[in-house]
């Protein structure tokens, strides 16, 4: 059998849509919980998060995808002060 | 044998590089121009303009962007190619790695020249020695003719070994110098290339495709290792496609070295590009008086051809290196740091004097070239030109 590098001759060419099974949420330390009440679906959160891990319907945020989100804390640092509706907690935390 | 019939042009450097491509028809040329290698692109625009061509041309903003670009394009499948010089090439470091990495066949002319500072605008190696570990497959040319007929090859090589490949031409020395050149009808070019890049890259095909994933520690080191890999097959492809440009064009072409006067050479200088003339007239002047110089024209840097250079210095007791670039480490240039290695290992091994001449494009006169090996090679790092008057 080959060494497995020997199987790399094209470079990293993957298929397409790979990053969805990768599983960025394995790095989070903290987690952003949502005060969907205080919401006022500026977007900000949604716009900025670096892994689209901001869950958005009909224009509304409804939730986070913990499996992508890796907890940077950049959602709660955009969203408005007088909304502040997002707080990083310690992963594991309720 | 198949001999396509040429016509002679008196060609620059410059103008015998935008005629090939040209000729080549790259579906994205991306540039940004700079000296000594502005008049490709400027020569290459004009075609664009008239509509010779149906290139893409892209005129960025850098050096960085123009690699970019073209790694892009390379991406989606496109045949690519640019051209840079000294501060260019080192604003497009972080991109070369990444060409060679995604493992795209990007072609790229390199009008070689003085890193900054001083600010020098003429020729040297340091640019391209700079660039020597990134990953590109980087071939010298010794004259107008080689640098029309290898950025021919090197669409060739680079498609076929999956690897960026540079041309390199001396700046102003081969940039800048009229010579008359044999060109190839537009459609045997054409003829020789064929369609494009085949296989595994289409961004724009009916998969979609991710170029350039992370990989961790889990699989970074096997991606650096086919790379690795990739080199060490390039100097075959590199043989094979010569072998086929020659069969093509009716020209035949050194493909990893030129070795001249070598077999009963007590003294062998090793040389890089087009200062090779200067040094094949000392050979001649040294054989008439019946001194047994030779000569060893490296036309490929990339991969390093190791084991041809054993075999053609082997027997040559003293192996003058000359060459144009310092590693500043106190061991010589970066060619005669990598003659040393690849002879080291042999259990008779030649002595090897390191002769650092030529940057900032200075010239090196006869006179100064044959003292310095009447001297006799004494091995070492000699810097050969050098002004140094007695401090007052
Ligand atoms: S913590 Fe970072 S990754 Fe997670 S949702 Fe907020 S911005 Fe996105
Ligand atoms: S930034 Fe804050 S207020 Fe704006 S949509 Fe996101 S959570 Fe709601």
């Not at chain 1, 001759?9 to 099974?21: E, H, K, L, N």
């Not at chain 1, 394995?26 to 892994?51: A, G, N, S, T």
């Amino acid at each position: 059998m080959a060494n497995r590098w020997q199987v790399l001759d094209r470079g990293p060419v993957i298929p397409g849509g790979s990053s969805v099974a990768y599983r960025t949420g394995d790095w989070r330390q903290l987690r952003p919980v949502l005060d969907l009440p205080r919401c006022v679906h500026c977007l900000f959160c949604w716009l900025y998060c670096p892994d689209s891990a901001i869950l958005v319907r009909d224009g509304q945020v409804v939730g986070v995808a913990y499996d992508h989100c890796k907890g940077c804390g950049i959602c709660a640092a955009v969203c408005p002060p007088r909304a502040n509706a997002i707080r990083m907690v310690p992963e594991g935390a309720p | 044998m198949r001999t396509v019939a040429a016509r002679r042009m008196a060609l620059v450097g410059n103008e015998a590089v935008a005629l090939a491509w040209r000729q080549i028809r790259p579906h994205v040329v991306a540039a940004y121009p700079i000296t000594p290698s502005t008049q490709i692109m400027e020569r290459f625009s004009q075609y664009v303009a008239e509509g010779e061509v149906d290139t893409e041309f892209l005129p960025v903003e850098s050096e960085h962007s123009a690699l970019s670009a073209c790694v892009g394009a390379a991406a989606a499948g496109a045949r690519v190619l640019t051209a840079t010089s000294s501060q260019g090439l080192a604003l497009m470091h972080e991109v070369l790695y990444i060409a060679s990495g995604l493992r795209l066949p990007i072609v790229m002319n390199v009008g070689t020249r003085a890193l900054s500072a001083p600010i020098n605008i003429h020729g040297d190696h340091s640019d391209v020695m700079g660039a020597r570990d990134a990953g590109w497959i980087q071939l010298f040319a010794r004259s107008v003719q080689e640098a029309y007929d290898r950025t021919i090859l090197a669409v060739r090589v680079a498609e076929r070994a999956r690897l960026p490949v540079m041309v390199c031409l001396d700046g102003f020395t081969l940039t800048h110098s009229l010579e008359p050149v044999e060109v190839y009808p537009d459609e045997a070019v054409q003829a020789f290339l064929g369609e494009g890049p085949q296989g595994g890259y289409s961004l724009l095909g009916e998969e979609p495709i991710t170029v350039g994933p992370l990989a961790l520690p889990d699989s970074y080191m096997e991606f650096r290792r086919a790379l690795a890999e990739a080199h060490a097959r390039a100097l075959r492809i590199l043989e094979e496609e010569t072998e086929a440009f020659g069969a093509h064009f009716g020209r035949r072409l050194p493909a990893l070295m030129e070795p001249f006067e070598m077999e009963d050479a007590e003294v062998a200088v090793v040389i890089l590009g087009a200062y090779a003339d200067v040094v094949e007239e000392a050979v001649r002047r040294w054989r008439e008086r019946g001194e047994r110089l030779g000569m060893v024209r490296l036309v490929v840097f990339r991969p390093f051809p190791t084991e041809e250079l054993r075999k053609a210095l082997a027997r040559a007791p003293e192996v003058v290196v000359l060459e144009r670039a310092d590693t500043l480490s106190g061991l010589g240039g970066p060619l005669g740091v990598e003659v040393r290695a690849a002879l080291y290992d042999l259990a008779d091994r030649p002595r090897v004097t390191d002769g650092i001449f030529g940057l900032g494009g200075r010239e090196l006169r006869d006179r100064e070239l044959d003292a310095f090996l009447r001297d006799g090679p004494r091995g070492g790092v000699i810097y050969l030109g050098v002004e140094e008057p007695p401090c007052p």
